[in-house]
T-cell receptor, first 111, second 112 residues
Framework: DTGVSQNPRHKITKRGQNVTFRCDPI?????LYWYRQTLGQGPEFLTY????????KSRLLSDRFSAERPKGSFSTLEIQRTEQGDSAMYLC?????????FGPGTRLTVT | DAKTTQPPSMDCAEGRAANLPCNHS???????VYWYRQIHSQGPQYIIH???NNETNEMASLIITEDRKSSTLILPHATLRDTAVYYC?????????????FGKGMKLTVNP
């Protein structure tokens, strides 16, 4: 069990650029989640996959956001035309049952 | 979605028990109470969860009131490494999906 890994750990981008984050869940975990966390707040749910199927998307996930999990293993979260308000920590979690295990997050700074 | 209420912060002396309260008066009968904690700059860490009965594991104990409207997380012997933000969460699982709805949490500071 190597834990959930996320890459990159930090990303600085200019407003208007596209960014993509990757999440590698714990092996054999069929459920994968993305959350976003801003300073001083708890994580906010973005989306949920069971295997390769995206079963729920939050209203926070605007048209500029897209998440995929093509083979039911790793997942990517892409943000197009980034805005300063997208600056946050993006957390990925995976689970096999009711316990979600979180990765270290990707901190995005949009300048 | 059921919401939880926690005090914003609490202090505890090292070696003493830390009792972290949480109110969840609108919880539904089939919703579980989960506790996670987040140490600065890390992802949240699962601690414990329960439905009706009290639960204990190697990290903590969870005491849920009979009416399920509140719960208490107990760290029996707090250490400096327990300093973190603790989140009391009601897990929503319906319609084929599930998610954790976090609040702002409670900052626990363990003092030497």
């Amino acid at each position: 069990d190597t834990g959930v890994s996320q890459n990159p750990r930090h990303k600085i981008t200019k407003r208007g650029q596209n960014v993509t984050f990757r999440c590698d869940p714990i092996s054999e975990h069929n459920r994968l989640y993305w959350y976003r966390q801003t300073l001083g707040q708890g994580p906010e749910f973005l989306t949920y996959f069971q295997n390769e199927a995206q079963l729920e998307k939050s209203r926070l996930l605007s048209d500029r956001f897209s998440a995929e999990r093509p083979k039911g293993s790793f997942s990517t979260l892409e943000i197009q035309r980034t805005e300063q308000g997208d600056s946050a920590m993006y957390l990925c979690a995976s689970s096999l049952d009711s316990k979600q295990y979180f990765g270290p997050g990707t901190r995005l700074t949009v300048t | 979605d059921a919401k939880t209420t926690q005090p914003p912060s609490m202090d505890c002396a090292e070696g003493r028990a830390a009792n972290l309260p949480c109110n969840h008066s609108t919880i539904s009968g089939n919703e579980y109470v989960y506790w996670y904690r987040q140490i600065h700059s890390q992802g949240p860490q699962y601690i414990i969860h329960g439905l009706k009965n009290n639960e204990t594991n190697e990290m903590a104990s969870l005491i849920i009131t009979e009416d399920r409207k509140s719960s208490t997380l107990i760290l029996p012997h707090a250490t400096l490494r327990d300093t973190a933000v603790y989140y009391c969460i009601v897990r929503v699982a319906r319609g084929g999906s599930e998610k954790l709805v976090f609040g702002k949490g409670m900052k626990l500071t363990v003092n030497p």
